[in-house]
């Protein structure tokens, strides 16, 4: 146990209070039903009228969680040591973090409305590889925020200028066009539609009464209309909430990445963007593990595509990659940012991937698939039901088109390129993705064989990252065996660190 | 002073030639006899199933059968896959091969090594026998394991190549 200095422990702006509030607040929505179920129970214990419960109700939740956020803020304490950033929080059950700065691999803020005001920021840490403890910092001020960057980049690298606010010499800049495609091509609309559709069964009588009026009148329409209304109607309403999904998750990248503008800052990459909470990422480029660049059909359509930068995955915290995102970008900026973020080996590596220089893998890598994906399950799904519904059953063969269709398009989409100090992998059935990499930062290699890939001389190779594995199928075995052997030269010769 | 010679690929060490080393041939009889114990123990519950529940006999002996079907391979196995496992220890890495029907050959480099682990259960130490694991950076399934070292090999192999990497010590007895 360190000998604590107590006067050098301090607490954060009162304002913190706002980001406890918050925090408890998304604690609640998450786990609702436990946490609200005093207050429901409360309601229905109390004797009088609806409105009134109502208001009680509400009232106590307020005073009760302002209560808890204030406590929380009140046992809150920080101290900045020379190597390290302690906190002492909780109110029953006490904590201390213990935070080394050169854990920390990034500093992140983020700034709400009331902070912006007051120029104050939150600080979280970006602690990968340590067990699940999250480092929040709430409410500090702004040049305190980095001056502690300037400390942490200074004890991990020397790097020069500290963050300020470098208007010039952003590398990107989204405006509100970018907007509109992010919000296009955001996959979650999706997941949107899958929540909210139960939820709005559940809103109850009401809503099933809306939706029945609305048919009944659809059905009236088209009766009266004929068939034609009937369909206009069917898909005014189709297109309306197609609409309506697209306005939400455009509303969603607003928020998000209003403002949105990438920097890099000595070998630090930072980006700022958000409309009511302006979010601050920042991330040291030796840091990187992998760049993967995709594009789905949306962003296809759009000629965009979506760059992430990987680091290192905390085996503890599954799921929860802490990556570095660039939502929208041309092909031009992309194969620019690539050079500058894995300068200076990346320079061959091209992500594009309608770019020439790709290698094909061997075409046997179609056969295997249709074999085991299309030939196999056809048969035994036409030998199953062929008891049942005799001829019939040779429909199932119409699965064996539709794999290899799926299998050549697959292996027209994989691909790969090889420099001299690094890797770019191509792959793809609708969309594409392609993910560069560093040879010196590999952790391990694998090469697979099966019978089949012995008889015809090839093999498949798989790279293992900090941030997760890359696999080239169906390489030659010499090459396979040759690339395996290279890698293991340039890991075991870098004097480079890989993080 | 930087240099950088450049590097024939064909000069780079290759994997043909190595001297594999190989498991403990004990780790064979090791697993028939946990494999054993699985199916029997599967055996005597139906039976006592049986009683306890009333299954009829010819329900009971069908099972056995079917049992008796899974057994023998899984039996058998160990004695074919066992000695294809084998690995190597190079000055700068470690190599690991496996596999009856997919081969494959892992090589993880000593200056990626996160920790080193060896671990035994009671059934490998009944046979004298440890696991070692080598983990990596990137969890998630990012470590090798190395099943049914002798004892002492798995323990001066982890010496060994935390003396490479210069890493903390973890012994595990599960």
């Known amino acids: 146990m360190k000998p604590t200095r107590p006067k050098q422990w301090q607490r954060t702006s009162p304002l913190a209070v706002l980001f406890f509030f918050g925090r408890l607040l998304k604690v609640i929505t998450k786990n609702a039903w436990q946490s609200l179920a005093p207050f429901v129970a409360f309601i229905y214990a109390y004797q009088g009228e609806l409105v009134t419960k109502i208001v009680m109700g509400a009232t106590a939740f307020l005073v009760i969680s302002i209560t808890i956020s204030v406590l929380h803020y009140w046992f809150f304490r920080f101290q900045l040591d020379d190597d390290a950033i302690l906190i002492r929080q909780g109110v029953i059950k006490k904590k201390q973090l213990d935070i080394k700065f050169d854990r920390i691999q990034g500093i992140n803020t983020q700034q709400n409305v009331v902070y912006r005001y007051f120029g104050l920021v939150t600080i979280s840490f970006d602690t990968a590889g340590s067990s699940g403890s999250e480092g929040n910092l709430p409410a500090v001020t702004r040049s305190f925020a980095e001056s502690l960057r300037s400390k942490i980049s200074g004890t991990t690298e020397h790097v020069g200028v500290p963050a300020a606010a470098t208007d010039s010499g952003a590398l990107l800049r989204l405006d509100w066009r970018d907007m509109l495609r992010i919000g296009l091509a955001d996959r979650r609309a999706l997941i949107v539609f899958a929540i909210i559709g139960p939820l709005l069964e559940r809103l109850g009588d009401d809503a099933d009464q809306v939706i029945a009026n609305y048919l009944e009148r659809a059905a009236d329409n088209a009766f009266q209309f004929g068939v034609a209304g009937g369909v206009i109607i069917v898909t005014t309403t189709v297109v309306g909430l197609i609409l309506l999904f697209a306005l939400v998750s455009i509303g969603a990248a607003f928020l998000r990445y209003h403002n949105f503008e990438l920097f890099l800052d000595g070998s630090r990459l930072q980006s700022v963007g958000g409309l009511l909470t302006r979010h601050e990422l920042s991330m040291h480029l030796s840091k990187i593990q992998t760049l993967r660049l995709e594009q789905g059909v949306v962003l296809r359509w759009l000629g965009r595509y979506r760059l992430s930068a990987r680091q290192a995955r905390s085996s503890q915290k599954q799921g929860k990659d802490k990556n570095f995102i660039v939502p929208v970008i041309t092909a031009e900026a992309a194969n620019h940012l690539r050079e500058l973020l894995l300068a200076p080996e990346g320079d061959d590596l091209v992500q594009i991937p309608t770019s020439e220089c790709f290698e094909p893998i061997s075409p046997y890598y179609m056969r295997s698939h249709i074999l085991f994906v299309g030939l196999l399950p056809a048969l035994l799904a036409t030998s199953v039901f062929w008891l049942e519904f005799g001829i019939a059953s040779l429909a199932s063969l119409l699965w064996l088109p539709v794999v290899i269709l799926l299998s050549y398009q697959s292996w027209r989409r994989a691909g790969y390129l090889l420099s001299a100090e690094g890797l770019v992998r191509r792959s793809g059935l609708i969309g594409y993705r392609s993910v560069a990499l560093l040879f010196r930062k590999v952790q391990r290699v694998t090469v697979t064989q099966s019978r089949y890939q012995r008889r015809k001389g090839l093999a498949s190779l798989r790279v293992y990252m900090a941030s997760g594995s890359v696999r080239i199928p169906y390489l030659g075995h010499a090459a396979a065996k040759q690339l395996r052997d290279y890698i293991l030269y340039k890991v075991e010769s870098s004097q480079l660190a890989w993080h | ?174």
């Not at chain 2, 041939?25 to 697993?31: I, N, S, T, V």
């Not at chain 2, 682990?117 to 130490?125: V, Y």
């Not at chain 2, 990012?142 to 001066?156: N, P, V, W």
């Open chain 2, 1 to 174: 002073m930087f240099q950088n010679p450049e590097i024939a690929l064909h000069s780079l060490p290759d994997m043909e030639d190595l001297h594999w080393q190989q498991i403990h041939p004990r780790y064979a009889r090791r697993l028939q006899l946990e494999r054993a114990l699985f199916v029997c123990g599967i055996a005597i519950a139906t039976l006592a199933a049986k009683f306890l529940v009333g299954i009829p006999s010819d329900k009971v002996f069908m099972l056995w059968l079917g049992l008796l079907i899974v057994a023998v391979p899984l039996l058998v196995w160990p004695v074919i896959s066992v000695p294809r496992r084998g690995y190597v220890i190079r000055d700068k890495d470690i190599v690991f091969k496996s596999g009856v029907i997919w081969r494959s050959v892992t090589a993880i480099p000593f200056n990626r090594v996160q920790h080193v682990e060896t671990s035994n259960t009671p059934l490998d130490r009944k046979f004298g026998l440890a696991n070692l694991q080598i983990f990596t950076a990137g969890g998630s399934g990012g470590d090798l394991r190395i099943s049914g070292l002798g004892l002492d090999t798995a323990e001066q192999l982890r010496v060994y190549i935390l003396g490479k990497v210069g890493a903390s010590i973890e012994t595990h007895q599960a």
